[in-house]
């Protein structure tokens, strides 16, 4: 291709997405994507699937019970990922949704972890904000374990009937009646006897998380793991 036409194309940003590193700005090297190998490196890794009774799976101990929990790597407000979640949730980057969760994947194989996994089902965004944003976050982290670890997905089942108000600022018991009527789960015959790996980007308090996995429990015989991207905390 002339020069002068691959220039114009990537400034109307139809040809290249600028091959950056997602988190640090330095320009990738063939081989890598979305991060550079310094930045996969640093990512602040929890290894949670090592540890049955780690911190995500005790924010559901005594609400709703699930087979396990992991989330792939710690979020605080100052670190490195911060950056990158505020861009696979504001700055149209699916890809970094994708990308993490194909990393995870990686992690959780090791260990055998997604062994008995049948499905994956992403917490569900309003089709409002869906609209809205053009995509779910979480549907593009379970997009890249599924790709990763040969799983479908199945994100037409479980819908958000509601737009939940902003969460940021209200308590545990709030957030939890805020969204404990907000899904339904369509179809649960679908999801009979199945191992479903219940996914969001992150994990704060757990009150959506949880109110989905009661919706889930309505379908007879299943079992319902969670994986977030991130663990939130303080
Ligand atoms: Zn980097």
Redesign the pocket.
């Known amino acids: 291709m002339k020069h002068w036409v691959k220039k114009g194309l990537e400034r109307l940003g139809v040809l290249f997405f600028p091959q950056l590193?997602a988190?640090?700005?330095?320009e990738l090297n063939s081989g890598e994507q979305v991060?550079?190998l310094?930045?996969v490196l640093q990512l602040p890794r929890t290894a949670f699937h090592h540890i049955p009774e780690n911190r995500a799976f005790q924010n559901f101990t005594g609400r709703v019970p699930i087979e396990r929990a992991t989330s792939f790597v710690y979020f605080t407000k100052e670190g490195m990922m911060q950056h990158l979640l505020h861009q696979l949730k504001y700055r149209n980057r699916p890809d970094i949704g994708r990308y993490m969760g194909k990393l995870m994947v990686a992690d959780l194989e090791k260990a055998g972890w997604l062994d008995t996994i049948d499905a994956i089902i992403p917490v569900p965004l309003h089709r409002s904000k869906l609209y809205q944003r053009g995509y779910n976050q979480a549907t593009c982290f379970a997009e890249g374990i599924a790709a990763a670890a040969d799983l479908p997905v199945y994100d037409k089942l479980l819908l958000r009937k509601q737009a939940t108000a902003t969460q940021t600022r209200k308590s545990r018991a709030e957030r939890i009646a805020n969204v404990q009527e907000a899904f339904l789960l369509k179809h649960p015959e679908q999801l009979a006897g199945k191992h479903v790996l219940l996914v969001d980007d992150v994990l704060t308090t757990g009150a959506t998380l949880e109110a989905c996995a009661l919706a889930l429990k309505k379908t007879s015989g299943i079992q319902i793991s969670v994986a977030t991207l991130a663990l939130a905390i303080d």
């Open positions: 590193c988190c640090c700005n330095a991060l550079c310094s930045c």
